[in-house]
């Protein structure tokens, strides 16, 4: 008695095509991981390198425009430019990542809540990095990153 195979059905040809498609965008993680990175570390390096390039009117927006809760303007400007300069080179490494990334979302609350004139557009903006900070802290640096070469989660 021979047997003969039935074409393959819609369902089945529609679920071979999103399985493929998905394991397309599993492939991408790891890429898509370290262009977050790199997006929100660029942002906040640049930030902080304009600081650092104008101390003395950085000084004055701390003392005048930047109304930081608890801290001097002096220690703010430099604990804000430090943390604008660093935990960024820890995020785009992929080096403590979560917590540097933990770490920039709440420097990122703080930034938007010392700045009361802040445009709707800037706010958005602060929307996109803090989201895109969440989700590098939910699911981790990816496979490009130290944290991953050495094992860490």
């Not at 071979?16 to 390096?45: C, E, S, T, W």
């Not at 303007?73 to 933990?102: D, Y």
Request: glycine share 8%.
């Amino acid at each position: 008695m021979e047997t003969t195979a039935s074409p393959p059905t819609a369902t089945w040809r529609i679920t071979r095509l999103y399985a493929g498609f998905a394991n397309l965008l599993d492939k991408m993680q790891p890429v898509f991981a370290l262009a977050m990175r790199l997006y929100v570390a660029r942002v906040f390096i640049m930030s902080g390198w304009l600081k650092v390039s104008r101390w003395d009117s950085t000084l004055a927006l701390f003392q005048n425009e930047y109304h930081v809760p608890v801290l001097s303007p002096q220690v703010a400007a430099v604990l804000g430019t430090t943390c604008e300069l660093g935990l960024p080179v820890l995020l785009a490494m992929g080096i403590g990542t979560r917590a540097a990334a933990i770490a920039l979302f709440l420097f990122n609350i703080v930034a938007v809540i010392s700045y009361p004139d802040l445009s709707d557009a800037g706010l958005k903006d602060h929307y996109l990095w803090g989201a895109l900070m969440l989700v590098i802290a939910v699911y981790g640096p990816g496979r490009v990153s130290i944290d991953h070469w050495l094992g860490v989660r």
